[in-house]
């Protein structure tokens, strides 16, 4: 379910950026163009309404709690990364550290991931009607059930812990190897001898 919904997001935005190339080419909308078209262009597929239950918008996708098999904290999603057909490979998730200071980057493949409630991993306690919490963490039965009521707002789980992902290897972000700068072309021709210096007059 999780790579359905990804997956699903990822080609409606490459799909968006797509009809929104094409919209800006020279020539692709007359001034003149009849108000029939111009209401035509405006209905046309490519471009989303509005975001639905089973997708995810990536801005509030980032920094989704990843719990382990206990359903403790051991990371957040930093980044998702998919290439240009619109397939994902995986989520980047941040392990360990303060704040993002000290915190090392782990890829985990879509298939590793389950989704849970949001409510998931919260102290949830059991008050009377009306009664209050006690302590930060702790929420109601009532607050967890409309913490879950958003479709869109969930928290994923591994099968790892946060110790184990600490192990893991570190992801690596592609970089551009530098390279020395090419040599000056040469035409094959051998080069001119020196020019012998005018004898000094006497």
């Not at 392990?95 to 879509?110: Q, R, T």
């Amino acid at each position: 379910m999780l790579r359905t919904l990804m997956i699903s997001a990822a080609i409606s935005a490459l799909s968006v950026s797509g009809a929104l190339a094409q919209a800006t080419e020279p020539g692709s909308r007359a001034g003149n163009q009849p108000a029939a078209a111009e209401a035509s262009h405006m209905n046309d597929p490519h471009f989303l309404q509005a975001q639905t239950a089973d997708q995810w918008a990536f801005s509030k996708f980032k920094g989704t709690e990843i719990l382990g098999p206990d359903n403790k904290k051991v990371g957040d999603v930093t980044d998702i990364i998919f290439d240009k057909h619109g397939k994902i490979f995986g989520l980047v998730v941040g392990v360990g550290g303060f704040l993002g200071i000290g915190e090392k980057n782990v890829a985990i493949d879509l298939n590793a991931f389950k989704v849970v409630p949001y409510s998931t991993g919260i102290n949830v306690v059991t008050t009377p009607s009306g009664g209050a919490t006690t302590g930060t963490s702790a929420t109601t039965n009532n607050n967890a059930a409309a913490l879950d009521n958003d479709p869109t707002r969930v928290k994923l789980q591994v099968t790892w812990t946060k110790d184990q992902l600490k192990a893991a290897p570190d992801f690596q972000y592609y970089r551009v190897a530098n390279t020395q700068r090419p040599a000056a072309p040469t035409t094959g021709m051998a080069p001119r001898p020196a020019t012998p210096a005018a004898p000094a007059p006497r």
